[in-house]
């Protein structure tokens, strides 16, 4: 279904690397003079610590009455990092906190990697009825993501920084946002989970739990904390007739061109990798306004473009594949669900909302060494150091690829830096958007833009000759050298179309 | 430039066939024991008659200061109609009515026939830039028609009902629509002149004079009756821009496809035959609505159809043509034109306008014998007692066809009768729409409906199979009996696409 699966590569790429190593080999590894961790997990340490299945299960499958966790399967990194957690108090637990202090950081990395070694079955989460919305599209008019967008498809985990929801009891999942929420867990990466567990109602927290976790629980009585705003664009429910069925297909390719458009893509992106929100999100250049702004005259290619048409432009620069044909199913869907989300709205090429964000200049020219810093800091955790994005658990994509073999190619609108500064401005981090300097985003655009991507699929057989015609009135940094390397020489020239 | 230039038929097919082909042979004939048609022109009868050219130039061609009209190369059963009128006092004249009343029914045939044989080089009119729409395009929210949609392209003359305006003096036609205005010319077919006329300001008068007819006057300084209405759905400027160039070619291609998308069309239609007013007028179907209203499933192909796909289809069927590939500059620029007009009208299959009007079911069931009646009435004055259609003095297609093979085919929208039936009452005859009651509506849709067109070119190779597989679901006539004939069975079969 997925290409390409890196599941091999995510642990390596994430600052759990030499814990992963390390702890491969010491899985089964005796403390000098102690017990192993299977030992201890069965049976204590036969001092202080009671055996961890006790609490966690023989299978340390969790335990749902007591909202404790599923310890297993999870990252061995992400389970070294809680139990550090636990011990320093950025994650406060009356039981945890005092076994995990009496802890050695030896026995700590043991007992990591014995637990991410068992196997436990466990489906991902599938049943969309048992989703409102939140899970599986987030609520963007409060700037809550989706769920699966870090968690990954079906709450099967990306990396050793975004867990398996899947799996865990639904108690566990409750307490572990009202923690978020309050305060008492901390310590989270840009404390991304604090920021968003603020944004969720107690209904939220409900329907939540529920779709990822088990058994359910009974929903909230409690009332959601905001009022549902009026339906914006796109929010209204799909018709249960024949339009709707390619409505929603149109929606299915949105999320998974990869899954449902495979044959002309060159890439695992996502259209919602750079139109957040199913292509609604006002600063992403939503569906709903560009569907309204087509035909128009495109300096790009020189001459009007249907919305068809523009779509195509997609296919094959930013999924670096090729143009579906016109009329083509893909197409009619695509367009079938921009036009079922413009509903209502003006036909009008200036409606308010078109496009991404347009960012001022920034104070300093934007800066290589400076964008580097930022991306390590803000980016990395999602697009990886190498910026090659990361998958789900299950394989299926999550993070797309910033640069390299696997992202958008040279054509791709997202190349021109003012228009990555302004989608990174408002979006980025994820679901902490607006948080970046204007600076901060202008130097981290430079700095991904700086990187070799597919080749432009307009490439005429020279770099300096592909740039004079087609990038001479972008600000995109191909044919530029950078650090000695003249980018988009050392591009993969995609093969004949 | 078109196709089957029909200049020849234009007068055999009117009421105008027996005069015609009498005068034909009694132009140079000598009444008995009286002077000669020329004569008569030249040096007056002898007796009472001055000779015609002291006041209409020696070579028919008019008198502008004195507000006399060209005489020359006008069809000679529109002369001899207004001969008739100006004797009978339909058309009151201090001058030319006891003129008239002094020539016998002879004298005035021949008088007639002489002029219209006289050859007097006229241009049509071309200048766009005298224009301010009302002779080119009509002014709907007042529901008048373009001058040139009845008197040809540039004025040049239909049959022998609208006659040429080319070439008259334009203090002539001031004076003309002033008589029409205020009742002292009478006598119009339908009443069109005297209906339209009262619709016109001053300054639409002049404008209309200048824009046709020679030399031009100074502008109106009266004010215009009404305050120009807001602009309503593509009454916006067509921008002065790479897209405005496109756009405008949509609007060509809209008005004359036989000129600007010849290699798609079987017929001489225009797409404004169907749709109004350049393909804005509510009860016609407008393509501002049509614009907001696709993506959309269609029973006709059980699919999601875009909307350059429904373009298509009007090629296909109402053009009796074949389909441009998507993307070609015909569906384009058609497309580019209906996003303009659409500008600003929200994105909704139920828009207000959408359409045609839905008439509801008569009190009668429709007859043919009543429909035939209320054609010869009310629709063979434009559409010809054939059902075939007139060109314009200059060759170019000026009422559309209704039936036979130069109309538009058996799969088109148009041979639905409640379609039909619906278009009818709120727009034909043309310029007094209303007029009609619902009975007379749909008496004559069934009577157009019930006569042979082009084939299907969904055509099974069984009018009785084509019927069940595509007409099962509409009220057209196709595959049933009319008068012995089983309507279908005798189509032309289009050529293999």
């Known amino acids: 279904m997925f290409r390409r699966p890196r599941d091999a590569r995510a642990c390596a790429r994430l600052a759990g690397l030499t814990a992963c190593v390390l702890l491969a080999s010491a899985a089964h590894a005796r403390a000098p003079h102690g017990p192993s961790a299977a030992e201890i997990a069965e049976h204590g340490d036969g001092r202080n610590m009671p055996p961890c299945s006790a609490c966690h299960g023989a299978s340390g499958e969790g335990n749902s009455a007591a909202a404790l966790p599923r310890l297993a399967g999870l990252p061995a990194a992400y389970q070294l990092a809680q139990l550090n957690a636990l011990a320093d108090g950025t994650r406060a637990d009356p039981v945890m906190t005092p076994l995990a202090r009496g802890m050695s950081t030896q026995v700590r990395a043991q007992l990591a990697s014995y637990y991410a070694g068992l196997s436990l079955h466990v489906e991902p989460a599938t049943d969309t009825a048992r989703d409102d919305g939140l ?43 009202h923690a978020w929420k309050d305060g008492t867990r901390r310590g989270d990466p840009l404390s991304l989970m604090q920021t968003i567990a603020k944004r969720l109602s107690e209904s939220d927290i409900v329907v939540v739990a529920n779709y990822f976790g088990m058994p359910p629980l009974a929903a909230s009585t409690a009332s959601k904390d905001l009022p549902a705003p009026p339906p914006g664009p796109g929010e209204r429910p799909i018709p249960d007739d024949d339009f709707g069925k390619v409505i929603r297909q149109g929606r299915e390719i949105f999320e998974n061109p990869a899954k449902y458009a495979d044959r002309y893509m060159g890439n695992d992106l996502r259209c919602s990798s750079c139109h957040l929100d199913e292509g609604r999100h006002v ?3 939503p569906m709903w306004a560009a569907y309204v702004s ?22 094959l620069y930013s999924m670096n594949g090729t143009q579906p044909p016109l009329g083509d199913p893909v197409l009619v869907a695509l367009e079938s669900y921009a036009y079922w989300m413009a509903r209502g709205v003006p036909v009008d090429p200036g409606v308010a ?9 920034p104070p300093a020219p934007p800066d290589f060494t400076r964008g580097r810093e930022v991306y390590a800091r803000t980016c990395a955790l999602c697009h990886g150091s190498d910026g090659a994005g990361q998958r789900a658990g299950n394989g299926s994509p999550a993070f797309p690829a910033l640069w390299g073999s696997d992202s958008y190619n040279w054509g791709a609108g997202m190349v021109g830096v003012t228009v990555a500064a302004g989608f990174i401005k408002a979006n980025m981090p994820f679901g902490l958007g607006g948080t970046l300097s204007d600076q901060e985003a202008w130097d981290v655009a430079l700095f991904v833009d700086s990187h070799e991507r597919p080749q432009d699929p307009r490439y005429t057989g020279s770099v300096a ?33």
């Open 135 to 177: 899970a599986l599209r987030g609520r963007w008019s409060q700037e809550i993501p989706a769920c699966v967008q870090c968690h990954g498809d079906g709450g099967s985990g990306v990396g050793s920084a975004f867990p398996p929801l899947a799996g865990q009891p639904a108690t566990y999942i409750v307490k572990q946002l």
């Open 283 to 285: 600063g992403s250049a």
């Open 294 to 315: 087509y035909p128009a005259y495109r300096a790009k290619n020189h001459k009007v473009n249907t919305f068809a048409e523009r779509l195509q432009g997609c296919f």
């Open 353 to 361: 909302g078109r496009g991404y964000l347009r960012l001022p200049k």
């Open 465 to 497: 000759d592909t740039r004079m015609q087609f990038h001479d009135n972008d600000d995109s940094m191909y044919g530029k050298p950078v650090n000695g390397h003249l980018l988009g020489s050392d591009s993969v020239r995609p093969g004949p179309r």
